[in-house]
């Protein structure tokens, strides 16, 4: 695990030396999707966790009912450090695609060409609403990929998103020279 980190460790380091200064923001942006792929991953593994050590105690103590812990029990909208679940869970799915479009969204923005990060962000909506990205489905403690078209908040806030970038790229100066 140890070298995971640490190849994690240079591979960020080389985002920030390879691109230019004025890009810096775009990759920390670029990073949030993955810190919230691991954020997942942690709250997965104290219900797994949780889950096993229930079971036990409930055996041990000669208790034949059986009884979960699961995700797929708690409310979505419950705050979990101290974010909504539904929201981490959602921001989680597809991180490494979703990573790649903020990045992305986020470079066009900084360098003013809004039309690019209007095309973008109309490509990150038909994700959203494909399911490719932000869409899961919850079974027990399993998250579950849930493809199949569908109009969630994040194809709404894509296309708002995407509106605004139009709006800006006619009261924008000209994109900067790279």
Same mark, same amino acid.
Request: glycine share 8%; hydrophobic share 55%.
């Given at each position: 695990?140890?070298?995971?980190?640490?190849?994690?460790?240079?591979?960020?380091?080389?985002?920030?030396?390879?691109?230019?200064?004025?890009?810096?923001?775009?990759?920390?942006? !670029?990073?949030?999707?993955?810190?919230?792929?691991?954020?997942?991953? %942690?709250?997965?593994?104290?219900?797994?966790?949780? /889950?096993?050590?229930?079971? !036990?105690?409930?055996?041990? $103590?000669?208790?034949?009912?059986?009884? @979960?812990?699961?995700?797929?029990?708690?409310p979505l909208s419950l705050p979990f450090?101290?974010?909504?679940?539904?929201?981490?869970?959602?921001?989680?799915?597809?991180?490494?695609?979703?990573?790649?479009?903020?990045?992305?969204? $986020?470079?066009?923005?900084? /360098?003013? /060409?809004?039309?690019?990060?209007? &095309?973008?962000? %109309? &490509?990150?909506?038909?994700? $959203?609403?494909?399911?490719?990205? @932000? !869409?899961?489905?919850?079974?027990?403690? /399993?998250?579950?990929?849930?493809?199949?078209?569908?109009?969630?908040?994040?194809?709404? $806030?894509?296309?708002?998103? !995407?509106? %605004?970038f139009l709006l800006a790229s006619f009261?924008?100066?000209?994109?900067?020279?790279?």
């Amino acid at each position: 695990m140890a070298i995971v980190l640490w190849i994690g460790i240079v591979i960020g380091s080389q985002a920030f030396e390879a691109t230019p200064s004025r890009h810096a923001p775009a990759v920390v942006i !670029g990073t949030l999707p993955a810190l919230a792929g691991w954020g997942v991953l %942690l709250i997965q593994s104290t219900f797994n966790y949780a /889950d096993r050590s229930i079971a !036990g105690i409930l055996e041990n $103590a000669g208790v034949k009912e059986t009884s @979960h812990l699961w995700m797929s029990d708690v409310p979505l909208s419950l705050p979990f450090l101290p974010y909504p679940m539904g929201g981490l869970l959602s921001l989680s799915q597809g991180f490494l695609i979703s990573s790649m479009i903020w990045a992305s969204i $986020a470079v066009f923005v900084i /360098d003013r /060409d809004f039309k690019k990060a209007l &095309i973008t962000c %109309l &490509i990150a909506a038909v994700l $959203a609403g494909t399911g490719f990205i @932000h !869409g899961f489905t919850l079974r027990g403690n /399993d998250i579950l990929n849930q493809f199949g078209s569908s109009f969630n908040s994040f194809v709404t $806030a894509y296309f708002l998103l !995407g509106i %605004l970038f139009l709006l800006a790229s006619f009261f924008r100066k000209e994109p900067r020279k790279v």
